[in-house]
C-alpha cells in the first residue's frame, strides 16, 4: 500500500526525483526476470510519495508479468491516482536481453519551466 504524506512546501515548484536499480518483474511471454533501473520524477502538488512503501510496493511487480511499456505505465497511472502531481514522468530502462535494451518513459501533467 502506498503511502502519502503533505507536501511541505505547497507554494514552490520543487523537483523530486527517487531512482532504484532494483526493479524487477517477470516477462509475461517467457516468465524469465527483467531487471530496470526505475526513475520517478515529480513536482508534487499536495502530496508527496513516502519512500519505505514506495520501494515496497514496487517489490510487488517482481513475480507479476508485465511488458515493460505496461508496467511503466501502471507505474505511473497508480502514482499519479494517489499523489495527484503537478507533473510526473516514470522511466524504466531495462537491462539488455536478446541484445536488445529498452527504455520505456511515460509523463502526466506538464513540467513547469525552471524546475
Known amino acids: 500500500m502506498l503511502e502519502t504524506f ?3 512546501r505547497p507554494g514552490r515548484p520543487y523537483l523530486v526525483e527517487s531512482v532504484t536499480d532494483e526493479f524487477t518483474c517477470v516477462c509475461p511471454r517467457t516468465g524469465q526476470p527483467d531487471f530496470a533501473t526505475l526513475a520517478i520524477r515529480y513536482v508534487p502538488g ?3 510519495v513516502e519512500l519505505k512503501s514506495l520501494k515496497l510496493w514496487l517489490q510487488g511487480f517482481r513475480n507479476e508479468g ?3 511499456e505496461d508496467v511503466v505505465n501502471r507505474i505511473l497511472d497508480t502514482l499519479v491516482e494517489h499523489l495527484d502531481p ?3 514522468e516514470v ?3 531495462f537491462a ?3 541484445g536488445i535494451e529498452t527504455t520505456v518513459t511515460a509523463a502526466h501533467g506538464r513540467r513547469p ?3
Open 6 to 8: 503533505p507536501n511541505p
Open 91 to 93: 522511466e524504466g530502462a
Open 46 to 48: 499536495e502530496r508527496c
Open 96 to 98: 539488455r536481453r536478446g
Open 66 to 68: 508485465h511488458f515493460h
Open 86 to 88: 503537478v507533473w510526473m
Open 113 to 115: 519551466q525552471g524546475v
